[in-house]
């Protein structure tokens, strides 16, 4: 499964982003897809979280700015970043809790990470 991240970018405060990943490859099922940023200097974070069922999980400080989704038949994730602020900067990584084939455990699957630039 390789997962591949785009949609980062240079942008001004305010602005907004919208970051896609889809995974390619053999994937039987998908049960969470989630994403994470790591800024400069700073430990990698949960940014948001979306299961199969489509219930999501925010952290506390992109509450009401960023809007994850999934479009299962395309194996694709989707972060939504509007009112985006100066530390919002980050890479940022996707990740996909998956099943390559009905007898096999899920895994995690990461994708390269994609950039996120955001000028004060």
């Known amino acids: 499964v390789q997962l591949q991240a785009s949609g980062g970018g240079l942008v001004q405060a305010g602005e907004s982003l919208r970051l896609s990943c889809a995974a390619s490859g053999s994937v039987f099922s998908t049960n969470l897809m989630s994403w994470y940023r790591q800024a400069p200097g700073k430990q990698r974070e949960l940014v948001a979280a979306?299961?199969?069922?489509?219930?999501?999980n925010y952290a506390d400080s992109v509450k009401g700015r960023f809007t994850i989704s999934r479009a299962n038949a395309k194996n694709t994730v989707y972060l939504q970043m509007n009112s985006l602020k100066p530390e919002d900067t980050a890479v940022y990584f996707c990740i996909f809790t998956a099943r390559i084939s009905s007898r096999s455990d899920p895994d995690n699957y990461w994708g390269q990470g994609t950039l996120v630039t955001v000028s004060s």
């Open positions: 979306i299961t199969s069922g489509g219930s999501t």
